[in-house]
């Protein structure tokens, strides 16, 4: 087995921060959660009181997403090869589910609520979606710059900025009840923060069932890799190719190439850099497995159904 593992990896910057701005929002979200629930029932507003499920949901998210990123970190051992570096991949997708499920009661809960309006005490709705706002303004900003690359960050992002326009629209709620008496803006809030909750989870969901499905990301075309490996001498073709996603850090390619002489070992190594070098610059695959061949009998097609 022709094997050569080359590490390009670009990590970013120091990982204990993005542990601790996890923890800041996740103690930040536990104070809105709690202030939201008492705040609705006293106040009678559904959408507080959806509000603070959306927050709950995001207390629960950011521990995921925590304790995916430290598990993420745990080095490889003789049975886990490679250590836990998909946790993060399985808590974004167990946070996207879970937004989509919360979305659903949402929905379910403002149906009913428009059968029947009932009065709200707006002054309370008002102050609490404020304090919501700040909370999950300042969280926002602690996870941007983490959300763009890494998967977990983006779902637990997600669910704080869908918080803070949530409650957005709570507070505009509070002030339309407050001024115009309109209660139905209530459960129109519920329904639309639960649209727009289904809405981000669903993409969230797509992408991570991507990777856990091993299917080619989306950026890679498998044919134009075989192509271009093809071109190199003396490789007589390109068989066998498996290209997927381990986490958002590494893509791997395998595959099986016929060469058309019986070439020495120190020769293939040199086609290996070449293959390396040609897949890591135009298609970002930093992990490479290669089975030199020479006249072996196997199937020649690309993708082999096992």
Same mark, same amino acid.
Not at 133 to 143: E, K, T, W
Not at 254 to 275: M, P, T, W
């Given at each position: 087995?022709? *094997?050569?593992?080359?590490?390009? *990896?670009? %990590? %970013? ?67 886990? #090869? ?25 929905? +379910? ?18 102050? @609490?979606? @404020? ?10 900003? /602690? ?16 669910? =704080? @900025? ?23 803006? !209530?459960?129109?809030? #519920? ?5 727009? @909750? ?28 075989? #192509?271009?490996?093809?071109?190199? $001498? ?11 996603? /381990?986490?958002?850090? $590494?893509?791997? =390619?395998?595959? *099986?190439? !016929? ?18 070098? $040609?897949?890591? *610059? ?10 030199? $061949? +020479? ?12």
């Amino acid at each position: 087995m022709g *094997h050569s593992h080359s590490h390009h *990896h670009d %990590h %970013h910057h120091h990982p204990d921060v993005k542990g601790r701005n996890l923890i800041i929002s996740i103690l930040l979200n536990i104070l809105i959660t709690v202030a939201q629930v008492i705040g609705g029932l006293v106040s009678g507003s559904l959408s507080l009181l959806s509000d603070a499920l959306h927050n709950f949901s995001d207390v629960l998210s950011l521990i995921v997403s925590y304790v995916a990123n430290l598990l993420s970190k745990r080095p490889s051992s003789n049975n886990k #090869t490679f250590g836990y570096k998909r946790a993060e991949i399985i808590a974004a997708f167990v946070n996207a589910a879970a937004l989509m499920i919360v979305a659903i009661i949402l929905i +379910f809960e403002a149906v009913e609520r428009f059968q029947q309006p009932q009065e709200v005490a707006s002054n309370l709705v008002i102050w @609490l979606s @404020l304090l919501g706002i700040c909370a999950n303004g300042f969280s926002v900003l /602690l996870l941007k710059r983490d959300a763009d690359s890494n998967m977990n960050m983006k779902s637990a992002y997600l669910h =704080l @900025l869908t918080d803070m326009m949530a409650s957005v629209a709570v507070l505009i709620g509070g002030i339309l009840m407050k001024f115009f008496q309109w209660y139905w803006v !209530d459960p129109a809030l #519920t329904l639309a923060i639960a649209v727009y @909750l289904i809405y981000m989870g669903y993409d969230l969901l797509k992408q991570s069932t991507r990777v856990l499905m091993l299917f080619t990301p989306n950026s890679i075309e498998v044919q134009e890799i075989v #192509t271009a490996i093809s071109k190199i $001498e003396p490789i007589k073709n390109v068989h066998h190719v498996h290209i997927w996603q /381990l986490n958002e850090d $590494e893509v791997h =390619l395998e595959a *099986h190439i !016929d060469f058309s002489k019986d070439i020495r070992l120190s020769e293939f190594d040199a086609i290996l850099e070449r293959i390396e070098e $040609e897949v890591y *610059h135009n298609h970002g695959i930093n992990h490479v497995n290669i089975q030199p $061949e +020479f006249g072996k009998c196997d199937s020649k097609q690309i993708i082999v159904q096992d």
